[in-house]
C-alpha cells in the first residue's frame, strides 16, 4: 500500500510558468523526500526536509512540509520542457525505509 | 565514480519461472534496497540488506528473496513469477542509514 497521495495526478503548463505539486500521507515521518522519474526510468533524488523543518529551497525548488497537516507541497518555478518528468514524494521511516506516493505527472510545453 | 547500477536493463520471463536480478551500489555504500514499480504508481519498498543481512522487509510473499555479497553488491530472486510481478524493479543505494538513496536505472521485467 501506498503512503502518500499527491495532487494533482496530472499537471499541464507552459514554459515559464510554475508548477505546484502537493502531498499527502498518513503517519509519522523522519523526513520526505521529492524524486523525479523520467520515461519510466531510475529515480532522481530532488531534495529531503526533515520533520522538524518547514521550508527548504534548492535552486528552482521549493518544498514545505505541515506535519501537523501530514502535507507537503513542491513548487517549481520558471518551469523548462526538460522539467517534463513524474514526481513522487517518499516518506521517510525508521531504518531508511522509504513509502511513495502515486506521483505526479508533469507535462512542461515549450 | 560509478552509480548505482542494474542488471538486466530488460527481461522477458513465463509464469512459473525463476528470475535472479542484480544490483551494484554506487561507490563507498553499503545498504542496497529494492523496490517494485507497477505501471502508473509509485515504488513499493520490497526489502533492504545490510551487513549481508535483510534489515527490513515491505509487504512482499517469501517468493521475493535477496542477498548481499561481501562487496555490498546485491540479487533480487522472485520464484514461481506471476503476471503482477510485471514490473520495473529499481535498487536503491546508501551509505548506512543516511537519508538519501541514490536509485539505479531499473530492470524492467514482463511476465507472460
Known amino acids: 500500500s501506498q503512503q502518500g497521495e499527491e495532487d494533482p495526478q496530472a499537471l499541464s503548463i507552459q514554459e515559464g510558468e510554475n508548477a505546484t505539486m502537493n502531498c499527502s500521507y498518513k503517519t509519522s515521518i523522519n523526513n520526505l523526500q521529492w524524486y523525479r522519474q523520467n520515461s519510466g526510468r531510475g529515480l532522481v533524488h530532488l531534495i529531503l526536509i526533515r520533520s522538524n523543518e518547514r521550508e527548504k529551497h534548492s535552486g528552482r525548488l521549493r518544498v514545505t512540509l505541515d506535519t501537523s497537516k501530514k502535507s507537503s507541497s513542491l513548487l517549481i518555478t520558471a518551469s523548462r520542457a526538460a522539467d517534463t518528468a513524474s514526481y513522487f514524494c517518499a516518506t521517510g521511516h525508521a531504518g531508511n525505509m522509504l513509502t511513495f506516493g502515486g506521483g505526479t505527472r508533469l507535462m512542461v510545453k515549450p | 565514480d560509478a552509480g548505482v547500477t542494474q542488471s538486466p536493463t530488460h527481461l522477458i520471463k513465463t509464469r512459473g519461472q525463476q528470475v535472479t536480478l542484480r544490483c551494484s551500489p554506487k561507490s563507498g555504500h553499503d545498504t542496497v534496497s529494492w523496490y517494485q514499480q507497477a505501471l502508473g504508481q509509485g515504488p513499493q519498498f520490497i526489502f533492504q540488506y545490510y551487513e549481508e543481512e535483510e534489515r527490513q522487509r515491505g509487504n512482499f510473499p517469501d517468493r521475493f528473496s535477496g542477498h548481499q555479497f561481501p562487496n555490498y553488491s546485491s540479487e533480487l530472486n522472485v520464484n514461481a513469477l506471476l503476471l503482477g510481478d510485471s514490473a520495473l524493479y529499481l535498487c536503491?543505494?546508501?551509505?548506512?542509514?543516511?537519508?538519501?538513496?541514490?536509485f539505479g536505472p531499473g530492470t524492467r521485467l514482463l511476465v507472460l
Open positions: 536503491a543505494s546508501s551509505l548506512g542509514q543516511t537519508e538519501t538513496q541514490y
